[in-house]
């Protein structure tokens, strides 16, 4: 129903490497036709500038534009880490943690560099050191600080060690403190703490112990930009480099997944609401571990020095893909709106698992956003260089990939999605032959107006009988119910044994894990869910590897081939799902009252084409 341009697109988890050498705690951020790039180098402050993200490591001009002096700066000049590059409230000023040479680690506090005003380049006028963020606990460990605004006040959230422990060492816990700013440089309330080490996935544990560890965090809002007064300073930098007020909007498009428009709102939707997400993400358990990952603090409104307007996510953003591929450990992320609806992060990760903090190099990738918030693909994406040789669904992917590429007359050793990345960090569209509405990406320039389309489908676990929770990429092998509802049916709201109990023995029987039973697996009480399941329902039935149809009629020992048998009266027959379900499955198991098999579909054709007058 759309128009040529109004294609539906799945997210693309291509992966960029951005740089040859390490880059830890990549920070990047854009203004006048620039991309300002600064990371971790231990004793001195740098930023790279570039027109170009994707060649930045060879295209840019390097500046270094702060060292200190260990005479005159002595209490900041050690351990210089994750410095920020900000524009904030008509200047450019810098974050970075920093500790005393002689006192060490347990020395880092957060403090502040003044640049040039925000409408000049950062790196051609004069830097100057304006000492710690004041009014911050004197007693505090301090690191990883980043700016925003809400609802027009400033804010610093950064990783610190618990305020009750500031009399001594503790490297085991790191927590996340938010602080109101009253200016740039000066805070104006006491840190609240909104983020502890509460799940297993943020632990990394090692002879010394448990590390529970929350930092780096990075504010994001999608690129709506709702909540943010309109400003333009959607991720706190507030000099204009969100997208321009009125090009677009995004809507959730009632299926899981956020819809595009164009300026006019041309594409036709009925019922949209508009969505909005804002929040932190942060990384979490040891960044010297591959174990390194990002997850997500959702702003839910209200005051921000409140915990409770802070809601972590059920499972990481982002973390080192299963299987042994890399890369390893993603963490420390920025993100840069780069206008069109197009959100990207900047993170650095690892080439091996055991790297440590060696070799932590800056990686790009887009982020999509669904009604729950950002999504990134919850791991890796393949990086160019494996050429679709990986083996199962990524493997496969890329080989289409690359035949679309080789279709367009691109280079055949990049794949399609890594290619349009390119492009979208160095301003330019890609050439494609073929734009069509099967085009494997959009690129920004060329057609803005796309859709990130993202399904998700609840499971049941067969042996524990819990929910679970699969974007569409992440959808293990599972078995499928088809019945007939009873009155008393369990309902996603209050589960109860029986029939979904018989499914989750059947498909244990059959070696496999998960199941899908429409009445507990959809949650009824939603519209939108129950719209978007019943819009998803073939493609569940025919990517299921078994459907098990339960004829709580039929009796056990029928022979389905008797005329007279109860099987060919089943009220399974007369149902208005039934053809679907006979016809997408791959394998259709008839089972009776007591989930004994009556036959399969393909051997009671003739029988089952009596009884409903289909196939």
């Not at 640049?115 to 000492?131: K, S, T």
């Amino acid at each position: 129903m759309h128009s040529h341009h109004h294609h539906q697109q799945q997210y693309d988890d291509s992966t960029l490497t951005l740089t040859s050498i390490g880059t830890p705690d990549p920070f990047v951020t854009r203004a006048g036709g620039l991309f300002y790039f600064t990371f971790t180098t231990g004793n001195r402050i740098e930023i790279w500038s570039s027109r170009s993200l994707a060649d930045i490591e060879s295209a840019a001009t390097r500046h270094v534009i702060w060292t200190p002096s260990p005479f005159t700066d002595t209490e900041a000049s050690a351990d210089l880490w994750a410095p920020e590059l900000h524009a904030v409230r008509g200047r450019w000023y810098i974050y970075y943690a920093a500790a005393h040479p002689e006192r060490g680690n347990a020395s880092h506090r957060m403090y502040v560099l003044g640049g040039p005003p925000a409408d000049e380049d950062p790196c051609q006028g004069q830097w100057e050191f304006l000492g710690r963020i004041s009014g911050t606990p004197d007693g505090q460990w301090a690191i990883d600080g980043t700016v925003f605004e809400i609802d027009g006040n400033l804010y610093m959230a950064y990783s610190g060690w618990p305020l009750e422990d500031s009399g001594r060492e503790s490297d085991l816990v790191q927590q996340l403190f938010i602080v109101r700013l009253k200016d740039p440089t000066r805070a104006d309330s006491a840190p609240v703490l909104i983020s502890r080490s509460d799940r297993d996935w943020e632990i990394s544990r090692d002879d010394k112990g448990e590390h529970g560890i929350n930092e780096g965090p990075q504010f994001l809002c999608s690129p709506s930009g709702l909540g943010d007064g309109g400003n333009g300073s959607r991720n706190g930098h507030g000099h204009g480099n969100g997208i321009a007020d009125g090009i677009l909007d995004v809507y959730h498009n009632g299926k899981g997944g956020i819809r595009i428009l164009d300026g006019n709102g041309s594409a036709n939707v009925s019922g949209t609401t508009t969505a909005s997400w804002r929040g932190l993400v942060y990384s979490c358990a040891g960044s010297w571990t591959h174990e390194y990952k990002m997850a997500s603090l959702q702003f839910l409104g209200g005051d921000p020095l409140a915990p409770a307007s802070w809601r972590k996510s059920a499972a990481p953003l982002i973390e080192t893909a299963e299987g042994g591929r890399g890369p390893f450990g993603p963490g420390h992320g920025s993100f840069l709106d780069l206008g069109d609806g197009q959100v990207v992060a900047v993170y650095h990760a690892t080439d091996r698992p055991t790297d440590g903090w060696e070799n932590r190099r800056a990686r790009v990738q887009r982020v999509a956003f669904t009604p729950e918030g950002p999504y990134m693909g919850k791991a890796f994406g393949m990086e160019a260089k494996d050429n679709g040789k990986g083996n199962g669904k990524a493997g496969r992917l890329l080989g289409r990939l690359k035949a679309k590429v080789k279709g367009a007359g691109g280079r055949e050793d990049n794949p399609l999605g890594e290619e349009s990345l390119r492009a979208l960090l160095e301003g330019r569209t890609v050439a494609n032959g073929n734009h069509g509405p099967d085009s494997a990406f959009c690129s920004a320039q060329h057609d803005f107006a796309c859709i990130v389309y993202i399904t998700t489908m609840r499971l049941l676990h067969a042996k524990t009988e819990k929910l679970h929770e699969f974007f569409d990429d992440q959808i293990p092998e599972y078995a499928i119910l088809s019945h007939t509802w009873l009155d008393d049916e369990v309902k996603f709201q209050d589960m109860n044994p029986g029939k979904i109990r018989g499914c989750c023995q059947e498909a244990i029987r059959d070696g496999l894990e998960w199941v899908w039973v429409d009445t507990c697996c959809i949650d009824s009480t939603s519209s939108t869910e129950l719209q978007e399941a019943i819009n998803s329902m073939y493609d569940w039935y025919g990517n299921s590897e078994v459907c098990y149809a339960y004829l709580a009629d039929v009796p056990a020992g029928q022979d389905a081939h008797r005329p007279d048998s109860k099987f060919r009266k089943s009220r399974w027959f007369t149902r208005g799902w039934t053809l679907q379900e006979l016809l997408a499955p791959t394998s259709l198991q008839l089972l009776d009252q007591d989930w004994n098999l009556v036959g399969y579909r393909d051997d009671l054709a003739q029988v089952v084409e009596s009884s409903t007058g289909h196939l």
